[in-house]
């Protein structure tokens, strides 16, 4: 068998993020490479990363001409995926990882021949299959990510299979990172601070004016030069920066091609942004990046792969907004002042604790012991939910695997949440008993159909129980797919399904109560420790 | 007692939102509908003279309709009764299939709300899903939100008595049901005609967008060709007669290529837009090729006449106006004009994030985008004492409006438009007349404007219209004045609540997304026709059939072997082919994979809205 298939058809700052997974899967397949399925447009990032023998670049825009008319699906449309089909097979790869979320992805991956899949795959015989506890996950996310503490990137590297090992160090040729140096030799032996202006979304972007005073407070304090990077588009916002800070400024938008702008950053010591593919790239290139987290960008989702970055969000209820956000005004620009921004960069360059923000709070990437990425710094109340799931969604959804290192990281109150685990265990025993007795009274009619209790009441659960809105949203997804199990009827799904959320609530049942049982022996230690200070030592008064 | 049932339905009912329960409150009156006795005692009830249900038995009349019905009896299948009556048909088809799986629409709220207040409590079982008082595209799309949990198909079943009664509602229901079936494998074939120039022109492009995102196949025929020869003709000679026949021969040129463009592309539907060009003989032609014709005529009836002389020859023509307008169709000929308000587009209409040097250029505290009409130049001196600025094109001689007027008078694209509509404060709205002062005390219908300025989430002010107050709600949606002096007034005032404005263009704009966008407009129109003409049907052009394919292919190939199964099948979408495969049982071949996976493409694009 030949080597992985890994199927990234991501933007930018997703497909870098994809990077660890990558170098998960290589480990797993004994070092011997893995094949990268990416946009056209970035398919060169394919040859940054070690682990990536060669790229195939997928070309959307043609599929999608070919589609456009009448009838030309035929002809072009086939002859694209025939192609594209057999660029594929030539590494007959055993192994595929696709980490994205569309079914045409999933399409593809059930299309490899004789391969393994992990992630989503469909096939006719067995329909669509999230292979993987964690595959499921990441598909539950696109119903609410409110209650997801789980950075991109360890989903990635959970799908993909998580392997231990040194970080992914990107390859750039010596070419690159002279032409970095030729660019940023004006600098002489100034500190660097890369600073990209732009974000895929115009709600996500700061106003170059904040932008602009940012750099002037952070000049005051530091002897630095600022390099601005970007696309094109961003050419009118850097001259903006260069004319008002007169000096100090390289302006590199729309002069680098995405191997330049790694190469560029590297060369930086800094690097300031908003949740983007620059960022992303910074925190690959181990970099420490201030991120600017505005409407959509949430730090727990997105924050920099690197410890020590800091993610901005503003102190406002209704961030992280969502996706369908078309707010006009939106308050979440103005929370975060260039003051804070400026705090932010300049206790990172002086190496000093960061003190809590004011309207907005400051999460630094930091590495739990589990391996995962975590939030530090300032924390805010709606992060109870996804405290919550940090400590005890491995417990529930990987039993076998929970066992290594979880940190005692929830703070919130484990009695209610018991009551509430009880309550929510009755109610779906009822709803359950609701199922059965509906399907004995069916046996005898003609109709196949099959409507089920506990999905009738997902909204009402979702109102009374918000904090176990993951378990729900799993179910829901489960009933829907049947994961792998077409075979089965519509209330075959739905009871398979209902055992399962039904053994996942007793799991987290379980784990809260010896959580709960464990803290409180924790506490009387402690406090029997600050009355009897030598106790530990076995020394006696 | 009637109101207790009112109200104990409407509490057992689980499947109502909190507004519908609210709708059914307001919409109950007790002199309407007319409710008699049947002689076996039950509740009847009867609109302008017509009964409902059987005056006799209900009941078994209900019954009897059951029997006619074909029902499929799969569990992926959303029945939507069109028509609740007084419901005695829709509790014997709850004897047969679970609640879940039925539908009743019914059009007028009163009814539905009488029938709630006479029927027993427990006569309607709790998870009886009802749409009552919404329009027919609205009404659709809350279908669509209940097909989501998993229908593959809805099946319409009449009940006659309320299509007697309401027989434009039902039937454009039912039409709107059937076309959108048809979407789902290719649609309808729509040959969209544009006018030369003119303010219908940005129109025909929302149209399309509209059409296409319904699931429909459209081609446009861009008139804006004809348009330097028209110019040229303006200034061949002074002789206006001369003018008027060399245009007259120009449009019947252009109509002709609609002939020609419709048998090529093999339409189902020819759709012109306002100043289309168009003959009479080009209609019939149409007509003798089975080809459903519509034409939308988006102006003001008493401004331009052109409609005496081709209304006649339509399958559907549309109108903004209603009233008188509708009854001077009729004199001339059209049988069926029907009501269809203008609209906006939501994907150009839109909230816009502006930069600070836009918001510098297009804003002000008032402003008007539009043409420099008599009553408007009018009007708008009375503005120049305020942050007022106008843009947009014929305002030759402006006078002293010269000092608010933009870019010399130069035409404002649609994409400038909208930025200026975001960056205003308060947009003012004055419809345009050529002969009264200021308001036109009888003006009826609501320029796009109107909804453009609303979709954008952008706050105004509107002169008084006949139609406004069933398209917004006054004073929570949208602000109206009747001169000169209540428009200052207002203006005045919000301009100090910046909130208020704020809330009530947000609550405009969800208005706009909920009713009142091309997308409803088109739905409706396309309901109309099939409505009226049940045997309407694609016919699939451009679309390749089997035979097609295989004959391409080489008969030994394997997507030849594949499309063997659909020989004789007619034209074929990629969706109609992948769906069969996808019902398929066995291994698949590589070929039938490989249209599984482009068709996967194809439905993210359309979920993208990038196809």
């Given at each position: 068998m030949g080597q992985p298939l890994v199927i990234a058809l991501l933007r930018l700052g997703d497909l870098l993020q994809s990077f660890p997974a990558i170098t998960d899967l290589n480990r797993t397949n004994g070092e011997a490479g893995v094949t990268l399925l990416a946009p056209k447009d970035l398919a060169p990032l394919g040859k940054l990363h070690p682990a990536v023998n060669k790229t195939i670049p997928f070309n959307g825009d043609e599929l999608l001409s070919a589609l456009l008319g009448d009838g030309n699906w035929s002809d072009r449309g086939l002859s694209y995926l025939d192609g594209l089909l057999k660029d594929i097979a030539v590494d007959a790869p055993g192994l595929v990882a696709n980490l994205t979320h569309t079914s045409f992805s999933a399409n593809l991956a059930g299309m490899v021949p004789h391969a393994r899949v992990r992630g989503r795959s469909y096939t006719r015989e067995l329909g669509s299959v999230s292979h993987g506890v964690w595959s499921c996950y990441f598909f539950s996310l696109l119903s609410s990510r409110a209650c997801n503490p789980f950075n991109l990137v360890d989903i990635f590297r959970d799908i993909a299979g998580r392997m231990p090992g040194d970080k992914t160090r990107l390859r750039l040729s010596e070419q690159q990172r002279q032409t970095a140096r030729d660019w940023l030799a004006p600098a002489g032996q100034k500190l660097k601070v890369a600073v990209a202006l732009g974000a895929n979304h115009p709600l996500r972007c700061w106003p170059v004016s904040h932008w602009i005073d940012t750099l002037k407070l952070i000049r005051q304090q530091t002897n630095c030069t600022f390099v601005l990077l970007g696309g094109s588009e961003e050419k009118p916002n850097a001259i903006d920066v260069v004319n008002n800070l007169k000096r100090d400024c390289i302006d590199l938008s729309g002069q680098t091609d995405l191997p330049e702008l790694a190469a560029v950053i590297d060369q930086c010591e800094l690097f300031l942004g908003h949740d983007s593919g620059p960022l992303h790239l910074a925190a690959m290139l181990g970099k420490t990046a201030v991120g600017v987290y505005l409407a959509m960008a949430s730090a727990w989702e997105t924050a920099a792969y690197h410890p020590g970055s800091v993610a901005i969000e503003p102190d406002i209820h209704c961030h992280p907004c969502p996706e369908s956000s078309t707010c006009r005004e939106p308050l979440c620009h103005r929370k975060i002042t260039p003051a804070a921004v400026a705090k932010a960069a300049l206790a990172v360059i002086q190496g000093e604790h960061l003190q809590p923000g004011n309207d907005c709070f400051y999460r630094i990437s930091r590495m739990a012991s589990d391996g995962r990425l975590d939030l530090a710094g300032d924390r805010r109340s709606s992060d109870k939910a996804r405290r919550f799931w940090r400590n005890f969604a491995v417990p529930v959804f990987e039993p076998d695997r929970a066992a290594r290192g979880i940190e005692p990281v929830f703070n919130g109150d484990l009695e209610d949440i018991q009551i509430q685990l009880r309550n929510f265990k009755n109610e779906l025993l009822e709803l359950i008993d609701a199922t059965l007795q509906d399907v004995r009274s069916r046996?005898?009619?003609?109709?196949?159909s099959y409507h089920d209790p506990l999905s009738a009441k997902h909204q009402e659960l979702l109102a009374l129980y918000p904090l176990f809105r993951p378990l729900l949203d799993f179910y829901h997804l489960e009933v829907q797919m049947g994961n792998g199990k077409s075979m089965l009827n519509p209330l075959e799904k739905t009871l398979n399904a209902q055992e399962t959320l039904l053994q996942r609530t007793k799991n987290l049942q379980q784990v809260v109560e010896d959580t709960n049982g464990t803290r409180a022996v924790s506490e009387l230690m402690h406090q029997s420790l600050r009355t009897k200070p030598y106790a530990r030592l076995g020394v006696t008064a | 007692m009637i109101l207790d049932n009112l109200e104990a339905h409407l509490e057992r009912l689980t499947k109502l939102s909190p507004a519908d329960k609210e709708l059914l409150r307001e919409s109950f009156r007790e002199d309407y509908p007319v409710v008699a006795q049947a002689r076996d005692g039950a509740a009847v009830p009867s609109v302008d003279r017509k009964t409902l249900h059987s005056t006799y038995n209900p009941t078994a009349e209900a019954q009897k309709w059951l029997n006619g019905l074909e029902l499929d009896r799969s569990g992926d299948t959303l029945y939507v009764v069109g028509g609740l009556g007084f419901g005695y048909h829709v509790r014997e088809l709850l004897q047969v299939v679970p609640p879940e799986q039925v539908v009743v629409i019914e059009k007028d709220a009163a009814i539905a709300a009488s029938a709630l207040a006479h029927q027993q409590p427990g006569f309607f079982p709790a998870g009886l899903q009802l749409i009552a008082g919404q329009k027919p595209p609205v009404a659709y799309q809350i279908l669509r939100r209940l097909q989501a949990d998993g229908f593959r198909r809805f099946v319409y079943l009449n009940h006659p008595a309320s299509t007697n009664v309401f027989p434009d509602y039902y039937n454009t229901l039912r039409g709107i049901i059937q076309v959108q079936e048809a979407a789902s494998h290719g649609g309808y074939k729509v040959l969209l005609v544009s006018p030369l120039y003119g303010g219908s022109l940005p129109v025909t492009h929302y149209v399309k967008r509209a059409l296409e995102n319904l699931g429909h196949r459209c081609e446009l025929l861009d008139n804006t060709a004809f348009y330097p020869g028209y110019q040229h003709l303006q200034e061949l000679t002074p002789n206006k007669q001369h003018t008027a026949q060399l245009e007259g021969l120009l449009t019947t040129l252009a109509a002709e290529t609609v002939t020609a463009k419709a048998l090529e592309v093999r339409a189902d539907l020819v759709l012109v837009m306002a100043q289309g060009p168009v003959t009479p003989e080009v209609l019939n032609e149409l007509r003798n090729a089975d080809i459903r014709t519509a034409f939308w005529f988006v102006e003001d009836g008493s401004a331009l006449q052109y409609w005496k002389a081709i209304a006649a020859h339509f399958d559907g023509f549309f109108v903004i106006q209603k009233g008188d307008f509708l009854k001077q169709l009729q004199s001339v000929g059209c049988q069926n004009p029907y009501y269809l308000p203008m609209a906006a587009d939501p994907f150009v209409h839109r909230p816009l994030m502006l930069s600070a040097e836009e918001l510098e250029e297009y804003g002000s505290d008032l402003s008007h985008v539009g043409a420099g009409y008599f009553n408007r130049r009018e009007f708008f001196a009375g503005l120049l004492d305020l942050d007022f600025k106008i843009w947009g094109s014929d305002w030759e001689k402006a006078g002293v409006l010269d000092q608010a007027l933009q870019r010399d008078g130069e035409r404002i694209s649609p994409e400038e438009t909208v930025k200026i509509f975001n960056a205003t404060r308060i947009n003012v709205n004055l419809h345009s007349s050529t002969y009264h002062s200021g308001v036109n005390p009888f003006g009826d219908f609501l320029n796009p404007r109107t909804f453009e300025i609303a979709a954008c989430g952008a706050f105004q002010l509107v002169d008084e219209r006949a139609y406004l107050a069933e398209n917004f709600d006054l004073g929570a949606e949208i602000v109206s004045f009747c001169d000169l002096n209540e428009m200052r007034e207002h203006a005045r005032e919000y301009l100090q609540r910046p909130d208020d404005r704020a809330a009530i263009a947000a609550a405009a704009r969800q208005r706009v997304l909920r009713e009142h966008t091309y997308d409803h407009r088109v739905l409706e129109a396309l309901g109309v026709i099939a409505g009226r003409y049940p045997d309407w049907v694609p016919r699939g052009g451009g679309l390749p059939t089997a035979e097609e394919l295989i004959q391409e292919a080489g008969v030994d190939s394997e997507l030849a072997q594949v499309m063997e199964r659909f020989v004789g099948r007619g034209p074929l979408t990629l969706e109609d082919v992948a769906s069969d495969i996808e019902r398929g049982e066995g291994n698949l071949n590589r070929t039938e994979a490989m249209i599984l996976l482009l068709n996967e493409f194809r439905r993210w694009g359309m979920e993208k809205g990038v196809m």
């Open positions: 046996l005898s009619t003609a109709w196949v | -």
